[in-house]
């Protein structure tokens, strides 16, 4: 499977961006992961492959929100309320296996990988 993620652009605080995730085929769970400057990456967000499990890091709950379409093989982020802390590459990802109930990912628990987006929030 092989992920594309787009979205990612120049947002002054507290505004919006929405970054997708399309895949050249169905996945199973899929989560964007970010990694900022001099820092290691960092879980943000999961989906189920119905959708109908979702689970957000404490950083971002209740300012973000991950989707998806499955007839688009799509994955999206929502992200609202941006502060400069936001700031870093995203990516997307997804795993081999389905997930009724998704939890806060590890890097090494994803098998699929995107090239990742730039998402500047500027103060």
């Known amino acids: 499977v092989q992920l594309q993620a787009c979205g990612g652009g120049l947002v002054q605080t507290g505004g919006s961006l929405r970054l997708s995730c399309a895949a050249s085929g169905r996945t199973v769970t899929t989560g964007w992961f970010r990694q900022g400057p001099g820092t290691e990456r960092e879980f943000v967000a999961a989906?189920?492959?119905?959708?109908?499990?979702?689970v957000y890091a404490d950083s971002v709950k209740g300012r973000f929100t991950i989707s998806r379409d499955n007839a688009k093989n799509t994955v999206y982020l929502q992200m609202n309320s941006l502060e400069p802390e936001d700031t870093a590459v995203y990516y997307c990802?997804?795993?081999?296996?389905?997930?009724?109930?998704?939890?806060?990912?590890?890097?090494?628990?994803?098998?699929?990988w995107g090239q990742g987006t730039q998402v500047t929030v500027s103060s």
């Open positions: 989906i189920s492959w119905s959708g109908g499990s979702t």
């Open positions: 990802a997804a795993k081999r296996i389905r997930e009724g109930t998704v939890v806060p990912g590890k890097v090494v628990d994803y098998n699929y």
